[in-house]
T-cell receptor
Framework: AQTVTQSQPEMSVQEAETVTLSCTYDTSESDYYLFWYKQPPSRQMILVIRQEAYKQQNATENRFSVNFQKAAKSFSLKISDSQLGDAAMYFCAYTSPNAGGTSYGKLTFGQGTILTVHP | GAGVSQSPSNKVTEKGKDVELRCDPISGHTALYWYRQSLGQGLEFLIYFQGNSAPDKSGLPSDRFSAERTGGSVSTLTIQRTQQEDSAVYLC???????????FGQGTRLTVV
């Protein structure tokens, strides 16, 4: 079974600084997708960034970028120039088109990291 | 609608009563998920529907929990004989493909008193 682990329950960063959130996963699949989702206090989960495992290049979305280390099964999120609006809970997630049976394509989430941004 | 819609937004119920939570996914999305989130905690997977395939019910915590997805669209999560530990936010998400991004609703906050 696939598992996703976020080892940092909480992180904090000063406004305008850079912070990195960690995520590791366990899978026997070679083709899969990884995601970072953000959940602000409003409860609405929002996709931040998406990485396809077969792509060597790390995904980037404006101030958000990932460090995808496939051999190490690591998928960290870097937030540059942190803003107060970045404060939220961040979830790492995994899915694979190759998982069989009723789990085909199921999204598996980590436990989340609460990010606090200090002004 | 433009996004995933969940109703009600908030529900307060007495212990022992049954509740139904509704999820309207984005039109055309084949995958639908239910998750439970206790206060300040991560997402607990409950159930996953994918097209016409048998659902993955492996996350349902007890036989008091059940879910249906009618016509491949709207889904209802039913909790029978609610208990105080069922109090949580119940989140629904849908996706257009097995590995596309998931869109979440704003959740239903269930409080069992």
């Amino acid at each position: 079974a696939q598992t996703v682990t976020q080892s940092q329950p909480e992180m904090s960063v000063q406004e305008a600084e850079t912070v990195t959130l960690s995520c590791t996963y366990d899978t026997s699949e070679s083709d899969y997708y990884l995601f970072w989702y953000k959940q602000p206090p409003s409860r609405q989960m929002i996709l931040v960034i998406r990485q396809e495992a077969y792509k060597q290049q790390n995904a980037t979305e404006n101030r958000f970028s990932v460090n995808f280390q496939k051999a190490a099964k690591s998928f960290s999120l870097k937030i540059s120039d942190s803003q107060l609006g970045d404060a939220a809970m961040y979830f790492c997630a995994y899915t694979s088109p190759n998982a069989g049976g009723t789990s085909y394509g199921k999204l598996t989430f980590g436990q989340g990291t609460i990010l606090t941004v200090h002004p | 609608g433009a996004g995933v819609s969940q109703s009600p937004s908030n529900k307060v119920t007495e212990k022992g009563k049954d509740v139904e939570l509704r999820c309207d996914p984005i039109s055309g999305h084949t995958a639908l998920y239910w998750y439970r989130q206790s206060l300040g905690q991560g997402l607990e997977f409950l159930i996953y529907f994918q097209g016409n395939s048998a659902p993955d019910k492996s996350g349902l915590p007890s036989d008091r929990f059940s879910a249906e997805r009618t016509g491949g669209s709207v889904s209802t999560l039913t909790i029978q004989r609610t208990q105080q530990e069922d109090s949580a936010v119940y989140l629904c998400a849908s996706s257009s493909s097995q590995f596309g991004k998931a869109f979440f609703g704003q959740g239903t906050r269930l409080t069992v008193v």
